[in-house]
């Protein structure tokens, strides 16, 4: 592609700012499709409009098949530049809470980009060389030259304080859901004299030890032989069995002592006990290796408990920052919004997991606030899952285990979310099948239950009103009818705010 972008510049210099979006080959019908991206500005576009034939021909000479072309306006508005930016930074110096306010943004050629550092980031942003990594993306995404400053700012914190104390770890208390055995009757390991966590929850609590109860079922004994010993004609004992309380099921495995063999030969299928372990990544579930196991009796008749959190009176990790989309004047002209639009509130959000799996997490969370139509609040965060994120995962998201490493995790700022959601209908792409599933996993511990808000699916909306109208209704291709521009796809701040674009243009329909 090196050399159709060589050919491309040599057509027009000023086709240096064109950039590649995608190429795609249909195998099928033997085709390619290759998408460039084209500067914001008139002028380029009524210079250039007379050589994009050119530039189809010299795309299937290279190619060698039958090949076209689409171009696309890269939207250069100050808010995508903005958001674009605040991502970037956040990313590349792991900073959670970077304000949009601490960006300036001045027109001209090239844009001037101005970041405000504090002090306890600038010289990791200047080894980093920040400015130079910002112009060369913002170049790529925008078609455009950037001149990125760095400016150093007073930080908002002591550092003389820090280096004198302890750091301070912020921990939201979770209210855990337990069962409380009876007869606990100790058989391996330590004495467990604490209750035990539901089941249903134990996927908020990867790689921490934890106590569980419930009936054992499918148990096996086998052997196996020491990796660290495997000339050793003496075989160890391990146990492995279902455990079912009445909110859900997980596989248990116990690897024996050889003085505690005798004693775990007793369990049976049916019986009732208490263990305490660590919860594991299995082959396809999460699991717990136990390390203490008790007989108990487990009380009849449990009802699940649903305590809700009422909304908390303050933000206490996220706070949301107002937002003013300009390019808002184009489309929210009076009479077009809908008044059903204009009197509700909205939230419209975007989750970015490590996966699809039952076991998966949250690993950034995104939402933007629509009232009167108009879009005005935004509400971002990394999240920390308490896993590894996968590199397929990273490699599409963009999100590494790095950049979470320093994050609050979901628990942490539930009640944030919570609250910016409060009064709102909440919508999203594919919400009903994906987000809002989600979301539920962390509700029966942090207590803030989304059940009672209604909801907007744009995935249906578009269903509905477009079809016959669109390929397939993923976000992309519906944002690409509306002529909205995705800077970055699968990040969570920016799919929040195409899907709010998208579903204000869907409500312009009838």
């Known amino acids: 592609m090196d050399k159709l972008i060589e050919e491309i510049i040599k057509i027009n210099p000023a086709f240096k700012y064109l950039r ?19 500067p914001d500005e008139e002028p380029f576009l009524t210079n250039a409009k007379k050589s994009f034939a050119q530039i189809r021909k010299i795309a299937r000479q290279l190619t060698g098949i039958e090949t076209y072309c689409e171009f696309h306006k890269a939207n250069a508005s100050i808010e995508n530049v903005l958001l674009s930016v605040q991502t970037l930074v956040k990313s590349e110096l792991n900073i959670n809470n970077f ?44 078609c455009a030259d950037f001149d990125v400053q760095l400016t150093k700012i007073d930080s908002k914190v ?24 009876i007869s606990v009757d100790h058989l391996i390991g330590k004495k467990i004299t604490e209750p035990a966590i539901y089941i249903k929850d134990l996927n908020l609590y990867y790689e921490q030890d934890v106590i569980i109860c419930g009936v054992i079922k499918g148990l096996k004994r086998a052997t196996y032989k020491s990796k660290k010993n495997p000339e050793s004609d003496k075989e160890k004992v391990y146990y492995k069995f279902s455990l079912e309380d009445f909110t859900g099921l997980v596989n248990c495995v116990y690897f024996a002592y050889s003085s505690s063999v005798q004693k775990a030969d007793t369990l049976r299928d049916g019986a009732e ?24 009796e487990i009380p009849k ?64 969370i995104a939402a933007v606030k629509i009232i009167d139509g108009k879009i005005c609040q935004l509400f971002t965060t990394l999240i920390n899952p308490n896993m590894k994120i996968p590199s397929d995962v990273t490699k599409l998201t963009g999100i590494t285990n790095e950049m979470v490493s320093m994050s609050p995790t979901f628990e942490q700022i539930a009640g944030d979310f919570y609250k910016f959601c409060h009064n709102a209908i909440l919508v999203g792409h594919n919400i009903t099948d994906f987000d809002l599933p989600f979301l ?43 002529n909205i521009n995705n800077v970055m796809a699968h990040r969570a701040q920016f799919d929040a705010l195409t899907t709010a674009k998208v579903f204000l243009e869907l409500s312009k329909l009838p």
């Open 301 to 364: 008749d449990l009802v699940e408990i649903k305590h809700r959190n009422p909304v908390p009176e303050k933000y206490e990790l996220i706070f949301p920052e107002d937002i003013k989309i300009t390019e808002q004047a184009n489309f929210l002209i009076k009479d077009e919004i809908s008044e059903h639009i204009k009197k509700n509130i909205y939230v419209v959000f975007d989750l970015e997991t490590t996966g699809i799996g039952e076991n998966d997490r949250i690993t950034e």
């Open 158 to 181: 002591d550092l003389e304080e820090i280096l004198k104390t302890e750091p301070i770890k912020v921990v939201k208390k979770i209210n855990k859901r337990l069962i409380h055995p």
């Open 99 to 142: 304000l949009l306010k601490n960006i300036e943004i001045q027109n001209g050629k090239p844009k001037k980009v101005i970041v405000n550092i504090e002090e306890l980031y600038y010289d990791y942003a200047l080894t980093k060389q920040l400015d130079k990594l910002l112009e060369e993306k913002l170049s790529d995404t925008y």
């Open 440 to 482: 539920s996993r962390y509700s029966d511990i942090t207590h803030y239950y989304y059940d009672e808000h209604k909801v907007e699916d744009t995935l249906h909306i578009a269903q509905d009103k477009l079809k016959g109208k669109i390929s397939n209704f993923k976000l992309s291709t519906i944002a690409k009818y509306f």
């Open 273 to 296: 006990i208490i263990l305490q372990g660590k919860v594991k990544q299995g082959k396809n579930m999460l699991e717990v290796i136990a390390r203490s196991i008790s007989y108990c």
């Open 20 to 38: 590649l979006n995608t190429l795609t080959y249909f195998a099928v019908s033997g085709h390619c499709k290759i998408e460039f991206l084209y």
